[in-house]
């Protein structure tokens, strides 16, 4: 993705990006422009790792700007989050969602995401991001903005897994008996939770401290777990636990490998160092796992 911050609405996204190597062999810090609505301590977390991996050289990239869909005085928890973004040193974005026209938010949803990103990719273009990341950005963002800037998401399943909040993914695994579970990285489009995966891990949700838990399930459906016992379910609890864990570690490892070129975006295909296409994205198990076991 060429240098050179967002094109004008209505054209294509920028065409390819090769990961930021310098013409003299040398990384070049990519431009990541940060999206979130600041609303917990997680959000807070995913920033804080990901600008500390910048700043030690881990990950060859800097934050262009943070964009956060509340203003001040709007959210204790999202105050705390601007707090952490100014403390950093970074560039501070702000439009807020809730006070951006209602009216029509409450008459045509679709015509106010449309109205609201066409207003924030107005506020974001001088800061020339070449990738935004959504870190906890609780907004769908509008197709058009989809179609003009590189963006990637969070979803926490494996490609081709359940789609909806973590919760729904949660109980879908748990009503399928799943094995494995996991969290990916994909390019966000139109079609939500479904756009190409750029990354993934994986791991087992079976095993010594999973399969007493799945015992204690016995044949009660999904329906009669939520009645009885809800997210407080055990099982339900430890698989939330070992996903949530892996979420820092993969987003972290991703930009790592997106900036050394390991893994490439062109339009609305990712390819691996060589040019060739990753249609299950680039699984990055291992090297997260080695991650969590560094910082034990």
Not at 34 to 40: I, L, N, V
Not at 96 to 101: G, K, P, Y
Not at 259 to 265: C, D, I, L
Not at 289 to 294: F, G
Request: overall charge positive; charged content about 30%; aromatic content about 8%.
């Amino acid at each position: 993705m060429s240098r050179g911050g967002p094109q004008a609405r209505g054209q294509k996204p920028q065409g390819v990006w090769e990961g930021g190597l310098s013409h003299e062999g040398g990384f070049l810090a990519v431009r990541i422009g940060w999206f979130s609505t600041g609303r917990d301590a997680a959000a807070r977390d995913l920033l804080r790792e990901a600008h500390r991996g910048m700043s030690d050289g881990f990950i060859q990239a800097e934050v262009a700007f943070v964009f956060c869909s509340r203003e001040r005085g709007e959210s204790p928890q999202s105050d705390r989050f601007l707090d952490l973004a100014k403390g950093l040193g970074l560039e501070v974005v702000t439009l807020s969602a809730r006070r951006f026209e209602p009216a029509l938010r409450r008459r045509d949803l679709e015509a106010w995401r449309e109205r609201y990103h066409s207003r924030v990719a107005d506020l974001i273009s001088p800061y020339r991001a070449e990738l935004i990341v959504l870190a906890g950005y609780m907004l769908i963002v509008s197709p058009g903005m989809c179609r003009t800037h590189t963006m990637i998401n969070l979803h926490p399943a494996l490609p081709g897994g359940p789609k909806g909040t973590w919760q729904d993914v949660i109980w879908r695994l748990i009503e399928e008996e799943a094995e494995r579970t996991g969290a990916m990285i994909h390019i966000v489009t139109e079609e939500l939770d479904r756009g190409p995966v750029v990354t993934y891990c994986s791991f087992p949700i079976r095993g010594p401290s999973f399969d007493p838990l799945w015992e204690a399930k016995g044949g009660r459906s999904v329906k009669e777990l939520k009645a009885q016992e809800g997210e407080k379910f055990p099982l339900f609890q430890l698989i939330r636990a070992e996903e949530v864990k892996r979420e820092i570690p993969l987003i972290v490892i991703t930009l790592k490998a997106l900036a050394e070129g390991r893994v490439r975006v062109e339009g609305r295909r990712v390819l691996d160092a060589r040019g060739v296409e990753l249609p299950r994205g680039l699984d990055l198990s291992g090297e997260v796992e080695e991650y969590l076991r560094r910082r034990r």
